[in-house]
């Protein structure tokens, strides 16, 4: 079954960084699209970053400068850099893919569990 699995949330002080990484397992032929969303309570949940296939990002106004994000197609793994964190930034983050499972001809999407991102003094 294909799988996001994420990693690298916690608790971080304003202005540090973290790392959060997404890791896409099972059964997949390609994936267009992967990427980051976050919500925070009692707000929308809003798009991140995302890269596609061809390496083309995309990042939510509020963080850009501070975030990158980069993939690694052999491993089928994104990775957002987050540097200079404000409070603002907290929120759960949810990792996201369009792909193409074995099998299938158009593309599904998948979400992460979620992991949590605090930045608090």
């Known amino acids: 079954q294909v799988r996001l699995v994420e990693s690298g949330g916690g608790l971080v002080q304003p202005g540090g960084s973290l790392r959060l990484s997404c890791a896409a397992s099972g059964s997949i032929l390609s994936i267009n699209v992967m990427g980051w969303y976050r919500q925070a309570p009692g707000k929308q949940r809003e798009l991140v970053a995302s890269i596609t296939s061809g390496g083309s990002t995309n990042y939510a106004d509020s963080v850009k400068g501070r975030f990158t994000l980069s993939r690694d197609g052999a491993k089928n793994t994104v990775y957002l850099q987050m540097n200079s964190l404000k409070p603002e930034d907290t929120a759960v983050y949810y990792c996201?893919?369009?792909?193409?499972?074995?099998?299938?001809?158009?593309?599904?999407?998948?979400w992460g569990q979620g992991t949590q991102v605090t930045v608090s003094s």
């Open positions: 996201n893919a369009h792909l193409i499972p074995i099998g299938e001809i158009f593309d599904h999407i998948y």
